[in-house]
């Protein structure tokens, strides 16, 4: 019997239903890609191989730099502010109204003068006062030398009768406390007197201190008081005055980064600008560099200070200054780039029958898809340090050459180098023009 849903030839049922599926055509082209992928890959290492056994390494372009001598100067650049040699806050140290105000902004005092006058009424009254009390005081002690001397006389009599029998033991006693009570009172009125002067000394003191007088010979940099004006000294002395000494010689404070700061040091030279008059340089001096740190954000400097000549009176006081310290210099250097120090070759320089491969170079077609990782160039690079060994780079019979050298002053963008064999002129690698 045949039945008409039955598979012809030798198809088994689970070949049938994967052909109505279309996995085989899946499968098929699956198999094709991955051929593919076999072929580019021959074709990338046979083609590889091919150029590696022709030329060997590909040409390296390098480019290079001379070698310089001449002066090098090594400097340190800060930031700072202008300001007097000394200023001085004026206040006042008593309470009271403001009366008179003698001077304004910019003028030129001398020491002793008087700024300001307050009143003085009040404190003349106190002064008045205390010379009364004073008065009474000393009127005092002439009463009280009088109780004494009767007191003593009293005394000395009531001894000699008591020597007679004419005077009992108690009135002997009597006389004796009486006299003792007198020379007390003495001491006492003695005391008050003292205590008077020295409150009329206060208040004749209080009383000068009305005026306002100018401890140094200057210039008034700011007032802040008017005449009318009420200040109020019971718990800070309030500022009315500030002065500033000769601005003909004035100091710049700049802060010194802590990378820096041990370049600086007393008795260098210094040049600096300010926004107000541009192009103009001025110079000075670093009389002082402090040991204290201050850290603003993290960020360490220290303080230095360096004395300015303001003989024309340009520069004022608060001005915002960029100053260039010359650390050191040398005569005569011979220089190369930063970069020549910092320089390594792709490949070494010796070996010359060992293949292209084993010399660590990136020869061939897979050496350039895939180029060696330069462990010396790998990360952050090492900063140059003055006296540290270094080396430098020169092409001899067509191919890079080290030369061992030492590193002498350094300028923010050349070296100076110490080494036999360098001179000026000589072309030193600085890096790979191209490769071809």
Known sequence: MNDDTAPSGNASPSAEMAEKLGLNKAQQSFVNRYKWYIAIVALVVFGSIGLNSGSGAPDVSYRTAPVTQGDLTVTVTATGTIQP????????????????????????????????????????????????????????VEEAKASEFEARNNLRRAESLHKKGNVSEQSLDNASAAHARAI??????????????????????????????????????TRQVEPGQTVAASLQTPVLFTLAEDLSAMKLVVDIDEADIGQVKEGQVATFSVDAYAGR?????????????KNE?????????????????????????????????????????????????PMPAKDDDKPAARRGGAPGLMGMMMPRFNRNRGGRQTPLQVGAPGRVWVMEEGRPRAIPVEVGLLDGERAEVIADGIAEGTQVIIGIQAAG
Do not use: C, W
């Open 297 to 345: 954000g993290g960020v360490v400097t220290y303080e230095a200070l360096l004395s300015v000549n303001n003989s024309d009176l340009a520069l004022r006081p608060g001005m915002t200054a960029t100053a260039t310290i010359t650390t050191a210099t040398r005569n005569g250097a011979v220089m190369v780039p930063y970069a020549a120090l910092r320089f390594t070759p």
């Open 85 to 140: 040699l000394n200023q001085v806050d004026v206040g006042a140290e008593i309470s009271g109204l403001i009366e008179v105000v003698n001077v304004d902004f910019n003028d030129r005092v001398s020491l002793g003068q008087t700024l300001a006058v307050m009143d003085k009424d009040q404190l003349s009254a106190r002064v008045r006062q205390t010379e009364a009390q004073l008065i009474s005081a000393r009127a005092k």
């Open 184 to 221: 007390a009172v003495l001491a006492s009125v003695y005391a008050q007197v003292t205590v008077a002067e020295a409150n009329l000394a206060a208040d004749h003191t209080n009383l000068a201190k009305t005026d306002i007088t100018a401890p140094i010979d200057g210039i008034v940099l």
């Open 281 to 293: 340089v001025f110079p000075a001096t670093i009389t002082s560099v402090r040991f204290a740190p």
